[in-house]
């Protein structure tokens, strides 16, 4: 989906974002994926709008990171996702910290949004790093299951920033940082 859309997300430092990088450059290279479309950084979405109200939403942001202590997110293996695209990504297990950051975000920029993806309402939400979304077929899955499968996904990340992504189609456009509090 490449209409243009804005989201809330943890952008994954380093090593984790070396990592997930190398796994797009491997599928890349094995199954001619282009992977990822859009935003090219690797990440954990809170919460995705069509527009946020750009009077508010950095005040929005800056306060919830503000208010928050980093914490850790932790992975524990590859999960697809079926509905308008297949998506291949790593699975996040909900932590207190995590769903405390969701609620956080979705209760405050929710206010300064329009055409909100329900998707990512706590209810329905599911935490991941994506891996291969777009191009990425039914049947390709069972031979990049195979491949990626040999590696271990129990990762600890350290989620330590909150960032807007102003234009989700756009592998340009700058993102805005805001740190946790230390």
Avoid at 42 to 62: C, G, K, L, N, Q
Avoid at 64 to 88: D, K, M, N, S, W
Avoid at 95 to 120: F, T
């Amino acid at each position: 989906d490449t209409h243009r859309m804005q989201a809330i997300v943890t952008a994954l430092d380093e090593p984790w974002r070396e990592r997930v990088e190398e796994i797009w450059a491997e599928l890349r290279a094995v199954f001619q994926l282009k992977a990822i479309a859009g935003s090219t950084e690797p990440h954990v979405t809170y919460h995705v709008a069509e527009r946020y109200d750009e009077t508010r939403i950095a005040s929005i942001v800056a306060r919830i990171a503000g208010a928050a202590a980093p914490f850790e997110i932790e992975t524990e293996g590859l999960g697809v996702f079926r509905g308008e695209e297949t998506v291949l990504s790593l699975h996040i297990t909900p932590s207190a910290e995590l769903r405390a950051m969701h609620a956080a975000i979705w209760s405050d920029v929710s206010a300064a949004a329009s055409g909100v993806k329900a998707v990512y309402a706590a209810e329905t939400w599911a935490p991941h790093v994506t891996l291969a979304i777009g191009d990425l077929r039914e049947e390709q899955l069972p031979d990049i299951m195979a491949l990626l499968g040999r590696r271990d996904y129990r990762w600890r990340i350290p989620a330590a920033n909150l960032c807007l992504i102003p234009d989700t189609a756009s592998t340009t456009a700058a993102w805005t940082r805001w740190d946790l509090r230390r």
